[in-house]
């Protein structure tokens, strides 16, 4: 960035999600696999990102929805298996994130000889969400403030700065990530889009960005 430009700041945001009914249902898994071909994007994105922003009362055993019904419905823990080590992360769409759902799934069908059913009030409900977003009044002005004003940002700003800005972006890259390149910190910004927010909670994953934001300005590591 040249010494006369000015850096734009960083308006931080905040989401919540609202969750619409498809009126989609899965009883068994050739059920799921049939809905799978035409549901909307949406749902799937839901379904593996909407629940780190969903409050649960218990703890899932699994990464994503999918992988969470087949084991608890099903109890088909090979597939449940198969299905939470999916990383949604790095696929260029959710188009090809849907391909790959499908292969697992044929995959197991093919292996297996009887198709399980889940009990009527265990059926797989696809759903999808709506993304509601709100203005903070937040601003962060140099990167270095991002030490500070990581740790003070909600779930939800992490999610939409971080997770959802994918979606936004060509280049699927987060919002940090984004207004790095723009300060002229390419280095920090590489570091920052390398970090894979899917194995972990949105708190895990705000004390993992505030602890490199802090390693890289208060150490002097970055490039």
Not at 3 to 11: C, D, G, I, R
Not at 42 to 69: K, Q, T, V
Not at 197 to 203: E, M, R
Request: negative net charge.
């Amino acid at each position: 960035m040249s010494a006369n430009a000015k850096l734009e700041s960083f308006s931080v945001k905040d989401c919540a999600l609202v969750t619409i009914a498809t009126g989609k249902k899965a009883q068994n898994l050739k059920e799921m696999r049939d809905h799978l071909l035409n549901i909307h994007l949406g749902s799937i994105y839901h379904h593996f990102w909407g629940r780190l922003l969903s409050p649960r009362f218990d703890e899932p055993e699994y990464n994503n929805d999918f992988a969470e019904w087949v084991h608890r419905a099903l109890q088909d823990n090979i597939l449940a298996e198969r299905l939470s080590v999916i990383d949604p992360d790095p696929f260029m769409n959710l188009e090809s994130l849907r391909q790959e759902l499908l292969e697992v799934i044929e995959q197991r069908l093919d292996e297996i000889e009887t198709v399980t059913w889940a009990k009527t009030d265990m059926q797989f409900h696809f759903v999808r969400s709506q993304m509601v977003v709100f203005d903070t009044d937040g601003k962060i002005e140099e990167p270095e403030e991002l030490v500070e004003a990581l740790p003070k940002m909600s779930v939800g700003s992490i999610f939409y700065h971080f997770i959802d800005a994918r979606r936004r972006s060509p280049e699927m890259m987060n919002d940090f990530s984004t207004w790095l390149r723009a300060c002229g910190d390419d280095d920090l910004c590489s570091q920052v889009a390398a970090v894979d927010p899917y194995f972990g909670s949105l708190v895990e994953l705000r004390t993992q960005l505030t602890d490199l934001f802090a390693k890289c300005f208060f150490l002097g590591v970055t490039g």
